[in-house]
């Protein structure tokens, strides 16, 4: 079964930083995107940055500046890197991985888990 795993989440003061890596399992072909979401208790799940085939990258608003998206092309992994968190960045995050479908379209999605980032202040 495919399936996306993350792993690196867990709890940390404000300020400080955490490196959530998402990795494939049970996936035989390249992903054409990666992508983080997060969703807060009692919110909706938000969109939090992407990368694309050709290393393009793009951030939310709420975390431009403060987070970097990553791939290691060998490993198939992708990373975020969240540096400078605040409170409101505590949620579950969640990997999507995308892989093109027949026609060439980047649509066919794998959703992992989850990994819990908790921020105090």
């Known amino acids: 079964q495919v399936q996306p795993v993350e792993s690196g989440g867990g709890s940390v003061q404000a300020g400080g930083s955490l490196r959530l890596s998402c990795t494939a399992r049970?996936?035989?072909?390249?992903?054409?995107?990666m992508a983080w979401y997060r969703q807060a208790a009692g919110k909706q799940r938000e969109w939090v940055s992407s990368?694309?085939?050709?290393?393009?990258?793009s951030y939310a608003d709420s975390v431009k500046g403060r987070f970097t998206i990553s791939k290691d092309k060998d490993k198939d992994t992708a990373y975020l890197q969240m540096n400078s968190l605040k409170p409101e960045d505590t949620a579950m995050y969640f990997c999507?991985?995308?892989?093109?479908?027949?026609?060439?379209?980047?649509?066919?999605?794998?959703w992992g888990q989850g990994t819990q980032v908790t921020v105090s202040s």
């Open positions: 990368i694309i085939t050709d290393d393009s990258t």
């Open positions: 999507k991985r995308s892989y093109r479908y027949s026609d060439g379209s980047c649509r066919r999605d794998y």
């Open positions: 049970g996936f035989t072909l390249k992903t054409c995107g």
